[in-house]
Antibody, heavy 119, light 107 residues
Framework: QVQLVQSGAEVKKPGASVKVSCKVS????????MHWVRQAPGKGLEWMGG????????IYAQKFQGRVTMTEDTSTDTAYMELSSLRSEDTAVYYC????????????WGRGTLVTVSS | DIQMTQSPSSLSASVGDRVTITCRAS??????LAWYQQKPGKVPKLLIY???TLQSGVPSRFSGSGSGTDFTLTISSLQPEDVATYYC?????????FGPGTKVDIK
């Protein structure tokens, strides 16, 4: 049974960075295409980026280009999402999401990590 | 980028009603369309992928149809546990945009 276990809630000041982790169990990270989706309070789902297995590259949504970095540690089957230059609008629940089929729909989700940006 | 829209933004229906939600892509995406259900305070759940393929374990009262730019999610007989927000998502190529959501509740 595949599980995605995310790191705990974070409180950050404006301008700081946050790094959220997502540990995979039941599969190896190399078998999956990991993506990150966020949801601001009371708002919809927003795709941030993910790994494209066809070319081995990570693709980022244009909105986050230059501010987000998604990495993977295959030795621990853990994916990371780091967002820098945080502002209040980045307050959201951040989900890792994937599919065992490596398609870009998501049948597996982490429980989410609340990141609060506040001075 | 391809934009995704949904209608209506919210609806209220009675238990047992047939409910239809529409999702439209600004350009053709073939059948690379998924539907998710998100109950309040919960993680999104995949209902349908490839526009019409029911995810394992999802009740058969949910169905999807469409191809190209126009898609529908139908709940054949609305149940109290179906109260949720429903999102469509395109996944033919990046960005994997979600629709704005349709909130469904019981009248």
């Amino acid at each position: 049974q595949v599980q995605l276990v995310q790191s705990g809630a974070e409180v950050k000041k404006p301008g700081a960075s946050v790094k959220v982790s997502c540990k995979v169990s039941g599969y190896t990270l190399t078998e999956l295409s990991m993506h990150w989706v966020r949801q601001a309070p009371g708002k919809g789902l927003e795709w941030m980026g993910g790994f494209d297995p066809e070319d081995g590259e990570t693709i980022y949504a244009q909105k986050f280009q230059g501010r987000v970095t998604m990495t993977e540690d295959t030795s621990t089957d853990t994916a990371y999402m780091e967002l820098s230059s945080l502002r209040s609008e980045d307050t959201a629940v951040y989900y890792c999401a994937t599919s065992v089929t490596t398609s870009w729909y998501f049948d597996l989700w982490g429980r989410g990590t609340l990141v609060t940006v506040s001075s | 980028d391809i934009q995704m829209t949904q209608s209506p933004s919210s609806l209220s229906a009675s238990v047992g009603d047939r409910v239809t939600i529409t999702c439209r892509a600004s350009q053709g995406i073939s059948n690379y369309l998924a539907w998710y259900q998100q109950k309040p305070g919960k993680v999104p759940k995949l209902l349908i992928y490839a526009a019409s393929t029911l995810q394992s374990g999802v009740p058969s009262r949910f169905s999807g149809s469409g191809s190209g730019t126009d898609f529908t999610l139908t709940i054949s007989s609305l149940q109290p546990e179906d109260v949720a927000t429903y999102y469509c998502q395109k996944y033919n190529s990046a960005p994997c945009t979600f629709g704005p959501g349709t909130k469904v509740d019981i009248k």
